[in-house]
């Protein structure tokens, strides 16, 4: 069965948008929402990913998904059979369906460890160093975070799913993640209850304390309400984007490797190899002398307050 990454459509459409956003944003009244600078070193680092991400991907990431998928489903008088004794799954409406829901809570998965384990968050972080909000802060992407994310999807072509219909639904949820980053969306009725939605997505762009580490659901919320990581929109609250720790760049290699420098100064000043592991595995913030909060302490203090 012949399959097509929906990203081969997917980025032309990304470019035609934020140039349709830009123009809006210059008639609409809302204060700018576009700073040339910074757009182009969104647009550099998405470039640079949209380069090194296809490559990666042929060379690594299928392979990784067609040995899983060929060790843990070998085909025996002619069936493709798993090792746990049903048929691997084919190709039915249904099964789609499943392949996305399961994509859906990886990706939930892979985005909270971004944000809780610092090494992989010195990856992501480059994603929220925009203070701006908008489609074009949408194509800011680490280029590190590619490294570790297959081995998190690699439990779907091994319990059946083929491995082109998992990449499918990645390329799926990159688009809806990509379109998200809009300030121009409503909130959606009756949809936010299953949805994540443009509202949801700027409540994770913020750096506002009550909203660390918030909605880090792919199209569903669902996993968010599940796991207590989900938080509305106030309407009353004024946002501001970004991270507490920006690297206060418009370069991109300064943008792509500040935090894994700032990872590399904790480890040399610490005595105890505890302490140098915590740094880079402990959540962002983590400090053996309480000189830096992680997000729950920050989240902890201002509740106490």
């Known amino acids: 069965m ?3 990454n929906p990203l081969v459509y997917g980025i032309p459409s990304f470019i035609v948008l934020i140039i349709i956003e830009l123009a809006y944003s210059k008639t609409h009244g809302k204060k700018t929402l576009y700073y040339w600078k910074d757009l182009l070193a969104s647009g ?7 380069i090194i991400g296809p490559l990666f991907k042929i060379i690594f990431a299928i392979a990784l998904f067609e040995v899983t998928y ?17 048929e691997s799954f084919g190709y039915a409406w249904y099964v789609w369906v499943l392949c996305m829901f399961a994509d859906d809570f990886t990706y939930y998965c892979f985005h909270r460890a971004n944000h809780e384990i610092r090494l992989f968050w010195a990856g992501h972080i480059v994603h929220h160093s925009s203070d701006n909000y ?17 081995f998190f999807y690699m439990w779907m072509p091994a319990i059946g799913f083929p491995p082109e219909m998992v990449l499918v639904c990645i ?4 688009m809806w993640q990509f379109q998200l980053h809009s300030v121009y ?22 750096q506002n304390v009550e909203y660390l580490d918030k909605n880090h659901g792919g199209i569903l919320n669902i996993f ?28 991109p290699i300064v943008i792509l490797t500040h935090e894994y420098k700032d990872i590399w100064k904790d480890v040399k000043k610490s005595r105890k190899l505890s302490h140098a592991l915590m740094y880079i595995f402990g959540p962002p913030g983590w400090s053996h002398d309480g000189s830096t909060l992680t997000v729950r302490q920050q989240q902890k203090n201002l509740e106490n307050n």
């Not at 209850?193 to 762009?205: A, D, E, P, S, Y």
């Not at 796991?227 to 690297?247: A, N, R």
């Open 70 to 86: 060929e060790f843990f489903n070998p085909i025996s008088d002619g069936v493709r059979t798993n090792l746990f004794g049903y």
């Open 224 to 251: 968010d309400k599940v796991f207590g990581t989900w938080k509305e929109l106030d309407d009353d609250t004024e946002i501001k984007y970004g991270v507490i720790h920006s690297p206060n760049s418009y370069n």
């Open 44 to 50: 550099t680092m998405g470039v640079g990913a949209a």
């Open 134 to 150: 908008n489609l074009g802060t949408a194509l800011r992407n680490g280029w590190f975070t590619i490294l570790h994310k297959p």
């Open 185 to 206: 969306i409503p909130k959606l009725g009756f949809l936010e209850k299953i949805l994540n939605t443009h509202t949801m997505h700027q409540v994770h762009h913020s």
């Open 2 to 4: 012949d399959f097509t």
């Open 171 to 174: 390329g799926i949820e990159i």
